[in-house]
C-alpha cells in the first residue's frame, strides 16, 4: 500500500491550492481516506474525510466553507483544495487511510508543504 502526495507548493494569500494523494495497492474504493495537516509548532489537526465509493464527505467546522475534497476513481486519486488562503495554512499536509476495522490510520501519505507568503 502507497499513498503518494504532490509536491510543495507556494501561494499568496487569497489564493488556492489543490494537493493530491495516489493510491495504490489496494482497493481505492474499500477505505476512507482523510486529511489531515500539521502547522509549525502545532499538533495535527483533523480537516475532514472522503468515501472513494460515493464521494461522501465529512469536513471539519473550522475549515468547512473553505475547502472540498473529492476522489478520482478511475486514478485512485484523492484531492483537496483550500481556497482563500491565509498565513495560517501553511502546514504540512497528509492524507490518510483509515482503517474501519480499528477506527485508526494504517497508512500515510509522506506530507505536501503547503505555504502561504505575500
Known amino acids: 500500500v502507497h499513498l503518494v502526495q504532490s509536491g510543495a507548493e507556494l501561494r499568496n494569500p487569497g489564493a488556492s491550492v489543490k494537493v493530491s494523494c495516489k493510491a495504490s495497492?489496494?482497493?481505492?474504493?474499500?477505505?476512507?481516506i482523510d486529511w489531515v495537516r500539521q502547522a509549525p509548532g502545532q499538533g495535527l489537526e483533523w480537516m475532514g474525510r472522503i468515501d472513494p465509493e460515493d464521494g461522501g464527505t465529512k469536513y471539519a467546522q473550522n475549515v468547512q466553507d473553505r475547502v472540498t475534497f473529492t476522489a478520482d476513481t478511475s486514478t485512485s486519486t484523492a484531492y483537496v483544495e483550500l481556497s482563500s488562503l491565509r498565513s495560517e495554512d501553511t502546514a504540512m499536509y497528509y492524507c490518510?487511510?483509515?482503517?474501519?476495522?480499528?477506527?485508526?490510520?494504517?497508512?500515510w501519505g509522506q506530507g505536501t508543504q503547503v505555504t502561504v507568503s505575500s
Open positions: 490518510a487511510r483509515l482503517r474501519g476495522s480499528t477506527w485508526s490510520y494504517d497508512y
Open positions: 495497492g489496494y482497493t481505492f474504493t474499500s477505505y476512507y
